[in-house]
């Protein structure tokens, strides 16, 4: 079928009009966005790359950041350099969501980052317990010894908490150690995951106990990690939409537990060239 331009209509009429449309079809999507919500009609790639960097609403950056870090393209190269400049922001819930998302998607090289953060003081509790986790997911034995001190110092449970965590990961004396001392931590959660990872490191199920495991370490020395289990931390699971709610017969994948990136790289590195105990 072929279609004729109306005579009365020239180029830059033309334009107008696909202009005018464009509009309208933008003026509908915010309305529908309006009606329905962000759940129905979410940003847009481009729009969540227009919050992260809007200067004036650190509720959008923080928003921005957290929607693109969550998509399935949120590892690529350019969105991580991303989080890397938008670390600076003077809003710490930005700070914070950043050091997330370096977590989630960043290299080996980024773990200096998360540590620079986890060893300030000066960051809020939630900024230090973001760079903590993202420890949890980058594999770099420069780490050990800063989590090993804020496990013992840190005067917040859940970066102590955290930090437990990612001990998991490191078989050496001064971390074994550290982790039987946090045993007797105030806080139970601590306790809880520093027998976590003293589980992992040795295979062993001992209690929470430290004297039984101080016991089972002098019985043992040499071979403290013969029985280490594999380490992997959980994977981000973004929460149902609106539309996997209403189609709630459909159930969702599991997720596949992850691997630290950079484990295995430097296992050896990793491995305490001292004598155990």
């Known amino acids: 079928m072929t279609h004729i331009m109306h005579p009365r209509i020239g180029l830059p009429a033309c334009g107008a009009l696909a202009l ?70 003077p809003d710490p819930t930005v700070r914070a969501v950043c050091l997330k998302a370096l977590g989630e998607h960043g290299a080996v090289e980024d773990a200096a980052t998360l540590i620079q953060y986890l060893q300030d003081s000066a960051q809020p509790a939630f900024v230090r317990w973001e760079a903590a986790k993202g420890l949890q997911r980058i594999h770099d034995v420069a780490a050990i010894d800063p989590l090993v001190t804020v496990l013992r110092r840190d005067e917040d449970a859940s970066v102590r908490r955290a930090a437990a965590d990612a001990l998991g990961q490191y078989p050496q004396s001064n971390v074994f150690q550290a982790l039987v001392g946090a045993l007797d931590d105030a806080d139970f959660g601590v306790t809880l995951a520093a027998h976590k990872s003293l589980a992992t490191l040795t295979g062993e199920r001992l209690g929470t106990d430290g004297a039984r495991w101080l016991a089972w370490a002098d019985q043992n020395r040499g071979a403290w990690f013969a029985g280490q289990q594999p380490y992997t931390v959980a994977p981000y699971v973004q929460p149902p939409g609106m539309m996997s709610k209403v189609q709630f017969w459909k159930k969702r994948p599991a997720a596949e537990p992850v691997v630290p990136t950079g484990l295995g790289l430097s296992t050896a590195d990793a491995q305490d060239e001292k004598p155990q105990g």
């Open 20 to 89: 005018g449309l464009a509009l309208a079809g933008c003026n509908m999507r915010q309305q529908l966005k309006d009606t329905l919500g962000d759940a129905i009609m979410p940003p847009t790639p481009r729009e969540a790359g227009e919050m992260a960097f809007n200067m004036y609403d650190a509720d959008a950056r923080r928003e921005g950041v957290a929607l693109l870090s969550a998509s399935s393209f949120g590892g690529e190269p350019q969105y991580v350099s991303m989080y890397r400049v938008l670390l600076d922001d």
